[in-house]
Structures are given as structure tokens and as C-alpha cells.
Nanobody
Framework: QVQVVESGGGLVQPGGSLRLSCAASGSIFSIDAMGWYRQAPGKQRELVAV???????NFADSVKGRFTISRDNAKNTVYLQMNSLKPEDTAVYYC???????????????WGQGTQVTVSS
């Protein structure tokens, strides 16, 4: 069994900052990419940021220069630092972790339950 648990969402004023955390635990052999997606009401889920096991990063154009992503491999944890938040960043943020549960298994996507981020004055 693998668990993916997010934390750190909440209500923040425009221009403020939040840091999201996501920890994977359980039967894990190795972790490939770790990333964050978001889904606003009435919209499709979209990629926000991703970090590969070797450190390569990719960001949505809408968050470049404002968000950073990092990971702690010893803790199987990924972080999303969100600065200069805007109302349009309001969404449910989901953590995605690509995990290999055994040496002979494939790599599968695991998702967190989602955490609400609301940017409003």
C-alpha cells in the first residue's frame, strides 16, 4: 500500500505566499517524478510544476517566476513554494507521485486527496 498525503493549503490574500507539502509512504522501491496539479471550478486539471528524480523541473507558464518546486528524497516529500499569489491561482491542488513499488514492477501514478488553495482579499 502507498499513501500520498498533502498539507499546507488555506486562504491567503493576493500577493501572499503558501507552501504545500506532499509525503509519500508505504511500500516504495523508488520514486520517479513528483509534481503538483491543480483544478479550478469548471476547469480541467492542469500541471503546475514537476520535478524529476534527477532534479529537472518544469513549470506551467502561468506560475513561472512565482512558484518553485523542490523535493527531499530521504523523506519522499515534495514541496511547492507559491509566492506572489493571484486570485486565479485559486484551485484544489493535487500531488502526483510516480512510484515503483518493487524492483520488478512498473512505475505507477499515485495521487493525493487534494488541498484547497484560495487567494482572496
Amino acid at each position: 500500500q502507498v499513501q500520498v498525503v498533502e498539507s499546507g493549503g488555506g486562504l491567503v490574500q493576493p500577493g501572499g505566499s503558501l507552501r504545500l507539502s506532499c509525503a509519500a509512504s508505504g511500500s516504495i522501491f523508488s520514486i520517479d517524478a513528483m509534481g503538483w496539479y491543480r483544478q479550478a471550478p469548471g476547469k480541467q486539471r492542469e500541471l503546475v510544476a514537476v520535478i524529476a528524480s534527477g532534479g529537472w523541473r518544469n513549470f506551467a507558464d502561468s506560475v513561472k517566476g512565482r512558484f518553485t518546486i523542490s523535493r527531499d528524497n530521504a523523506k519522499n516529500t515534495v514541496y511547492l513554494q507559491m509566492n506572489s499569489l493571484k486570485p486565479e491561482d485559486t484551485a484544489v491542488y493535487y500531488c502526483n507521485v510516480r512510484i515503483q513499488v518493487a524492483s520488478a514492477s512498473g512505475v505507477y501514478d499515485y495521487w493525493g486527496q487534494g488541498t484547497q488553495v484560495t487567494v482572496s482579499s
